[in-house]
């Protein structure tokens, strides 16, 4: 890719970068990760079929924005990016499909062939034996056939409704059945209770690890679905639908039972996506396109099957480990490893940072455990945003409740494809006594917050954890996330006075340590970056570094824009999203961004601001954008400590700088260059592996 770097005379006159196509340029990042022949094999699939889930979401919920604002009329282009929604919609619609091709290319060319080389087959329907053939035909009459409905399209079969992201076989027939009826057309959909990976017994298959699709299975069976009926083609397909969640404010009385009632609906919501096999004829195709209301540019066509996600069984299945990522065992910090005595004297001792994946999640889980157990602790309050539907920490929040601690529970009901796991935890909680409350209505209650108060020798204390990631012990596994466990008496106030705004009613108050939105957090971002800009101007040394998920929110960007020309030096490291242009001449030529994909999911926020050498340094569960700023609950908090400030700098940001093996430096029209070593190859995710674990992997 050439230098793009632009000129005053051709410097762009829209100075942000569209959301929705900054986010397809970090699916091609990921992308790439499948086509990197260093990544091993099975860890390669896995990265494919990562970036057909994230194209689901991206379409239930982007694609879904998109299409909702060209229903309402709307055809004045965006004042930051320039472009009307039908022009952004065009512009997705030809991102996705290229980067569909690659997918399906890196599929079908490389990685199943690669694959089969290892003995690790997905055997296609003209590559059966007889012997697999008998086998396939005995499976679909004992466990396929008794659960399918065919049902033909007449006018007294109407077109079923369309599971969203489901399976189905849409079938050309001709000829007359029972009842001397034509039927041209005929539906079949696949119960999600069937498998969609089949394996196949070694002896049958004749490979190690041999595996058959549901949707082969049906393919070859079909037309004893449709007896005396000849079948002129059979396609699968699948539509992808809004699966945005609406609750009125000024409707709700019971929020938890809203929810329920509109999860219902989120299978149903308008058609936004169409896939199909290529195979589909074009009669086939335009008939699907008309029934969903969607046009040319929703339909895409598989060269293979629709879903790739359903590959990501495959993984899981095989015993390889000379394909994926070698294991390795999470260490701990210096301050909890081998120590002998109890979290909380240790907490008392000193503040603890823990970085994960790298550093183990277990002593949160620890203090919980400890927090239920103790008869010195008599409060717990904690804020639920991601747990998933099993969790350690759920059960010991239960097991405090049922030994008489004061459990408060703040649970947001509205975390994106959580909201059933989440309402669930709420009535598991409620039935042992916990207090738990859903945040505020209209705010996303994003911060992660967990505060104990314990009786010890000489008085009351609070014992608090803050984190960037969500209390989830699985994720913890493979998201990159800081955690810092400390009774700074100052920090412990503004917790307790950050709960009780949540749970209870009443003005904000300014807070010492934290800083919180909707109130003071997009301020206080302002406002350093502005001192900063100043402090440049002044003479004095000035440095911003950043890092976040997505960095999208205009008046923090101006103010990098302005912090730039005044001569502040300025590194980002954004993941996902950015709208921010750097490296644009008398803009944002002291703007340098780049994005890290790897191994593990970057999900730190981390704000460095030189403060005329005070070095300020923030963590935070919020991104740099609207939603974060304005309508979630979130937190940011200072390392006070001089050491762990030291390092969160090297294990949070300076080594991500200095990767030359896994950054992507983003350029001026939107688009990314990979960095290629020179010399010593520096992977920050590795380097951080062998420092912090102690064990040097691939």
Request: negative net charge; contains cysteine; hydrophobic residues 40%.
């Amino acid at each position: 890719m050439t230098d793009t770097t632009m000129s005053p005379e051709n410097a762009p006159a829209v100075t942000f970068i569209n959301r929705e196509l900054s986010l397809l340029q970090f699916q091609r990042r990921v992308l790439a990760q499948a086509a990197d022949a260093d990544v091993p094999l099975l860890e390669r699939l896995r990265f494919l079929c990562i970036v057909s889930s994230n194209l689901d979401e991206f379409f239930e919920v982007r694609v879904a924005g998109v299409k909702e604002r060209i229903r309402l009329g709307i055809k004045t282009p965006d004042p930051e990016d320039g472009l009307t929604p039908a022009q952004l919609l065009d512009a997705i619609s030809t991102s996705v499909h290229e980067i569909i091709e690659e997918q399906y290319r890196l599929l079908n060319a490389e990685i199943l062939p690669a694959l089969e080389n290892e003995s690790i087959v997905v055997l296609r329907r003209d590559r059966w034996s007889p012997e697999l053939r008998q086998w396939v035909a005995r499976y679909f009459q004992q466990e396929v056939e008794p659960v399918l409905t065919p049902i033909g399209l007449d006018p007294a079969h109407p077109f079923p409704r369309v599971l969203n992201k489901s399976l189905n076989f849409a079938v050309e027939l001709s000829g007359e059945d029972a009842f001397g009826r034509e039927t041209r057309a005929a539906i079949v959909q696949a119960p999600r209770a069937l498998p969609r990976i089949i394996p196949i017994p070694r002896e049958i298959s004749g490979v190690d690890h041999g595996f058959i699709f549901l949707s082969s299975v049906v393919h070859a069976h079909v037309g004893e679905l449709f007896p005396g009926m000849s079948v002129l083609g059979c396609y699968q397909f699948r539509v992808t639908r809004n699966s945005d969640l609406f609750v009125d404010e000024e409707e709700v009385t019971d929020l938890r039972s809203a929810l329920k009632g509109e999860l219902q609906q989120r299978h149903y919501g308008d058609s936004v996506r169409l896939e199909v096999a290529d195979n589909c004829s074009d009669a086939m195709a335009s008939f699907l396109m008309r029934h969903f209301g969607l046009t040319e540019g929703d339909i895409y066509r598989t060269p293979g099957i629709v879903n790739l996600v359903r590959l990501m069984q495959l993984p899981d299945r095989i015993d390889r480990p000379d394909l994926t990522f070698t294991p390795y065992k999470a260490g701990l910090p210096a301050e909890l490893d081998g120590e002998k005595e109890d979290l909380f004297s240790a907490i008392r001792k000193r503040d603890i940072l823990l970085h994960h994946p790298f550093q183990r999640f277990t002593p949160v889980i620890d203090l919980l455990r400890a927090a239920a157990d103790d008869p010195a602790v008599l409060a717990i309050k904690m804020t639920v945003y991601r747990t998933g539907s099993q969790s350690i920490l759920m059960e010991h929040l239960i097991r405090a409740a049922q030994k008489g601690k004061e459990v408060t529970v703040v649970l947001e009901l509205m975390a994106r494809f959580d909201e059933e796991a989440n309402i669930n935890w709420a009535s598991k909680l409620e039935e042992v006594g916990v207090h738990v409350v859903y945040g505020v209505f209209g705010f996303k209650t994003h911060a992660k917050l967990l505060m104990l108060v314990r009786r010890d020798d000489d008085k009351l204390r609070r014992y608090v954890h803050l984190g960037t990631g969500n209390y989830h012990p699985r994720t913890t596994a493979f998201y990159t996330d800081f955690g810092l466990l400390t009774c700074n008496e100052a920090i412990g106030e503004d917790m307790a006075e950050l709960f009780q705004q949540i749970t209870g009613v009443g003005k904000s108050t300014r807070l010492t340590h934290l800083w919180q939105a909707p109130f003071a957090l997009h301020a206080n971002v302002v406002a350093h970056i502005r001192a900063e800009a100043e402090n440049a101007r002044a003479g004095r040394k000035a440095r911003i570094m950043a890092k976040m998920n997505a960095l999208l929110e205009s008046e923090v960007i101006e103010a990098l824009y302005d912090a730039s020309q005044a001569g502040v030096e300025i590194d980002l490291i954004v993941r996902g999203p950015c709208a921010l242009r750097p490296g644009v001449e008398g803009l944002s030529e002291n703007i340098r961004v780049r994005s890290i994909v790897g191994r593990f999911l970057e999900h730190h926020r981390i704000f460095f601001f030189h403060a005329d050498g005070e070095e300020k340094m923030y963590l935070s569960s919020a991104d740099w954008m609207d939603r974060n700023f304005f309508r979630r609950i979130e937190v940011a908090f200072p390392v006070l400590d001089p050491k762990l400030k030291r390092r969160v700098m090297k294990e949070g940001l300076r080594v991500y700088l200095n990767d030359n093996c896994m950054a992507w430096e983003m350029l001026p029209d939107g688009q990314y260059r990979r960095r290629s070593p020179r010399g010593v190859r520096k992977a920050a995710q590795q380097m951080l592996m062998d420092e912090l674990t102690g064990q040097t992997k691939r």
